[in-house]
């Protein structure tokens, strides 16, 4: 059922066959999830090498470190929450049916919702292809998967994972862009998308030809607002994990910051401090993940050339070693002076680039912030627990973090997810396993049912008790 090249015809007859699978058995039990599951769980932990040797190889070069805590263990992770929590999950939700339909039950119960489909990105070619899927067979349903055409040995590592009688259950497919048009337009129970917010425009559109309900998960710039009291070398610390890890090719990364002015070069240094101590080799490293294409270094190299061009000052905590095209590696560039006409600030970065900016008052960040698309995750760096609250309050994002970056995502027991441009719906944990579900309004009556006899008389007494109830 694994392809790399599609026809249209060939991809919906594989959407067909999955469909007939599950309308063969509409309700796998749990315990069949359950094995599936654990299958799925062993396979991973065998190709663990692979996956990691794979993944460097798709990058040009990616360090295992941020494959095993970005890709691998975030997975296992949340399997494991699935595996703890789905029989739980999946017991039907008791209701109150209320006085005017006693004696009758009420209950939600939770059923499979047919063939979902998933489009995973580029960036973290493991989790982001995985996570979801697992969250849709825990939920019962069959899975047809498009993987990123940049990953292609991961690709070739996931289809192994997926062998044998897990295929039935998940069909991978590979192909670019026309391919990926193509499965958006597939009539799917649901479709979940991870990517630019203009690629997931047009997913949308094409589901929408089907009235396929979608989770688009987006991105957007990530703002990190630094307190006025905050601990400057603790705040560098944070940020600087959340700009390096991946190179910056994270949905969630830090995308630019606001620094209380007084605190503005105090900040620069220690995080250029920082970065000589963690990153000393610069581009050389072992520590440095590359850009994941040269196309995408240049991309980069045209922000910061712009930026230059238009006022902007670049600091580069090394002298040397901060760019290799031939390798395309990039090092840390903190880049000060910006403006809003700077294609660095209109277009999420997904790189080692990061914007400061300072400020005088707290409101006028949050201004800036209201004004412009809700980012999937805001930071707030400092302890003032006043100010936390006040910021959270004031401002609409997917995620916050405070005094952290970026593993807010890798929490469980919480929905992950955007709001407007940065995406819509959630999933992880008990979330996803509702959003790959129909939550079915179940009513049960017994053998004794005087209510029913009161309707079909019209009785006048009921209409009484019902008035007196509820309206008054």
Known sequence: MNTDTLSTGSLRSQFNELKHAFEDTPYLPIEQRLALLKKLRANIVTLEQDLIAAVSKDFGYRTAFDTLVGDILPTMQGLAHIIKKLPRWSKPSQRSAGLSLWPSKVSVTYQPIGVVGVIAPWNYPIQLALVPVITAIAAGNRVMLKLSEFTPNTNAVIEKIFAGELSQHCTIIQGGSDVASEFSSLPFAHLLFTGSTAVGKLV??????????????????????????????????????????????????????????????????????????????????????????????????????????????????????????????????????????????????????????????????????????????????????????????????????????????????????????????????????????????????????????????????LIKVLKWLYIK
């Open 204 to 461: 949308m559109a094409a589901a929408s030809k089907n009235l396929t309900p979608v989770t688009l998960e987006l991105g957007g710039k990530s703002p990190v607002i630094v307190l006025e009291k905050a601990d400057v070398n603790k705040a560098a610390r944070a940020l600087l994990f959340g700009k390096m890890a991946n190179a910056g090719q994270i949905c969630v990364a830090p995308d630019y910051v606001f620094v209380p002015k007084a605190l503005e070069h105090q900040f620069i240094k220690a995080l250029c401090t920082l970065y000589k101590k963690h990153f000393k080799q610069g581009v050389e490293g072992k520590n440095l993940t590359s850009i994941i294409s040269p196309a995408h270094y240049q991309r980069l190299l045209g922000y910061l050339e712009q930026a230059q061009e238009q006022g902007a000052k670049i600091t580069k905590p090394l002298e040397q070693n901060q760019q290799d095209g031939e390798k395309h590696r990039m090092g840390l560039h903190i880049v000060t002076h910006v403006t809003d006409e700077m294609t660095l600030m209109q277009e999420e970065l997904f790189g080692p680039i990061l914007p400061i900016m300072s400020y005088d008052k707290l409101e006028d960040v949050l201004n800036y912030i209201r004004l412009r698309d809700h980012p999937l995750a805001l930071y707030i760096l400092g302890q003032d627990k006043q100010a936390q609250q006040y910021i959270i309050k004031q401002t609409l994002s997917g995620t916050v973090a405070v005094n952290d970056t970026l593993i807010q995502v890798a929490a469980d027991d919480v929905p992950f997810g955007g709001v407007g441009h940065s995406g819509m719906g959630h999933y992880h944990g008990k979330e996803g396993f509702l959003t790959f579900s129909h939550a079915k309004n179940t009513l049960v009556s017994g053998s004794v049912n005087p209510r029913i006899g009161l309707l079909l008389k019209q009785n006048k007494l």
